[in-house]
């Protein structure tokens, strides 16, 4: 079992760049594949970026694509979300996830585990 702590958010303007860190627990950290959510007031949890258990292969969803990058340090047992460029609509609660497995996955429910969120705020 794996426990996941998110840090880093907080409030920001528009234009402005934000790195979110999730730390694991646990001496196996690499052999999980990680993945970035966000959820929104009223909305559902949405898809923000994923990557392999290695750091090789990465994968951001169309709303950040381009604003996003995802990267992991293996020995710090971290993954980090760095956001570029934030809108006021990427305001939202972001979670950090853990799954078994050689890829990565970008759909929540391939996940088994998962942090208790950082809040995002972007003001205009």
């Known amino acids: 079992q794996v426990q996941l702590v998110e840090s880093g958010g907080g409030l920001v303007q528009a234009g402005d760049s934000l790195k979110l860190s999730c730390t694991a627990s646990g001496r196996t950290f690499s052999t999980y594949a990680m993945g970035w959510f966000r959820q929104a007031p009223g909305k559902e949890r949405e898809f923000v970026a994923a990557?392999?258990?290695?750091?090789?292969?990465?994968f951001s969803g169309d709303a950040v694509k381009g604003r996003a990058t995802i990267s992991r340090g293996n020995a710090k047992n971290t993954v980090y979300l760095q956001m570029n460029s934030l809108k006021p609509e990427d305001t939202a609660v972001y979670y950090c996830?853990?799954?078994?497995?050689?890829?990565?996955?970008?759909?929540?429910?391939?996940?088994?585990?998962w942090g208790q969120g950082t809040q995002v705020t972007v003001s205009s």
């Open positions: 996830a853990a799954t078994i497995g050689q890829g990565y996955y970008t759909q929540s429910i391939q996940y088994e585990y």
């Open positions: 990557i392999n258990w290695s750091g090789s292969s990465t």
